[in-house]
């Protein structure tokens, strides 16, 4: 997993609340078990006019053009705005690897489904939460004329608008360490290598039947 590094971004205001799993990708692109491939199709029944299909060129398809991700504002967002539970419906990790894949590193919204949270920071993605009122403030910087920029500081914990706006956040310190190291659940595992060596080791001593 990549470490998370400060970064100044610009925000794509998704504005609506219950976005499930589903919207995020759908059903029908859930062909593979890799971590990669999915960004052409994150919200594809929102973001084009025809019915995407899996395997299938997206180069041509008509784009939506009422909805968010298609607005040239908006090209290379690093940063998703959205309102409540956000993520919410089945539980499938590919959301977040669509999310990732498409370029989103922060998601900002009022709350988010717990398993999806979960599964943000399991993927190098930031969930953060801040108050809704917050969030509105910054939808109505978003849609300006102009993008709103963030700077997202994780170890100060910190973002900045490009309005001079300053809002703290809150993200548990395990999570947050291993996001500033890229470490997924794998990696993780494997910082305690010598340890899980030394106690196989020691089990083939103690109960070497174990092991015929």
Request: net charge negative.
């Amino acid at each position: 997993m990549k470490p998370f590094e400060s970064f100044t971004g610009v925000v794509c205001p998704l504005d609506r609340a219950n976005v499930d799993t589903d919207a995020i990708i759908p059903k029908q692109f859930l062909k593979s078990i890799k971590r990669t491939g999915f960004g052409p199709n994150l919200f594809d029944e929102w973001r084009y006019l025809d019915r995407g299909e899996p395997g299938r060129d997206n180069r041509g398809r008509p784009l939506n053009p009422d909805f968010v991700l298609n607005d040239p504002r908006y090209a290379g967002a690093s940063i998703l705005l959205a309102r409540e539970n956000f993520g919410c419906g089945s539980s499938r990790e590919h959301a977040p690897w669509a999310l990732l894949d498409y370029g989103f590193r922060v998601l900002i919204a009022p709350s988010f489904a717990d398993i999806f949270f979960n599964n943000c920071f399991k993927n190098g993605i930031l969930p953060i939460r801040v108050p809704a009122d917050t969030v509105s403030r910054l939808f109505a910087h978003a849609v300006g004329d102009a993008p709103l920029r963030i700077r997202v500081d994780l170890p100060g914990q910190m973002l900045v608008t490009s309005t001079g706006e300053e809002i703290r956040f809150d993200v548990d310190a395990f999570r947050k360490h291993c996001l500033l190291e890229g470490l997924d659940d794998i990696s993780l595992t494997l910082t305690h290598v010598a340890a899980i060596q030394d106690y196989e080791s020691r089990r083939r001593t103690e109960a070497p039947w174990l092991f015929d």
